[in-house]
Nanobody, 131 residues
């Protein structure tokens, strides 16, 4: 059973950067689906980036596209979310999630919407962006 442990987050000024890490056990970089989600105060959870081992394409929500970048380190089985040009509206609790894809479905947007394929969720980390 996969397990995910997050680190990173914190406080940044508008225009600043933060980097989140997600160390995952129980899956490998040959077979996975990884997602990054956030929940802003008073809002629903939002899937902001999702990817699978089946495709090099990473899905990004429009709200973070061109500012956030997902990456991974095979040696440590860790996934990262680099967040640049942060804005106050990026404030919230951020979660990583790990699981296995549905067959050959490599569509990151699908997994960011249908979250039932994620069997492990990180504990959440707070990101606060001041103006």
């Amino acid at each position: 059973q996969p397990q995910a442990v997050e680190s990173g987050g914190g406080v940044a000024q508008s225009g600043g950067s933060l980097k989140l890490s997600c160390a995952v056990s129980g899956i490998t970089m040959d077979h996975y689906v990884i997602g990054w989600f956030r929940r802003a105060p008073g809002s629903d959870r939002e899937g902001i980036s999702c990817e699978t081992a089946l495709s090099p394409h990473v899905y990004y929500a429009e709200t973070v596209k061109a500012r956030f970048t997902a990456s991974r380190d095979r040696a440590s089985n860790t996934w990262f979310l680099q967040m640049d040009n942060l804005q106050p509206e990026d404030t919230g609790t951020y979660y990583c999630a790990a699981g296995f894809p549905l067959g050959l479905n490599s569509d990151g947007a699908f997994y960011c919407q249908v979250t039932s394929f994620f069997s492990a969720w990180g504990q959440g980390t707070q990101v606060t962006v001041s103006s």
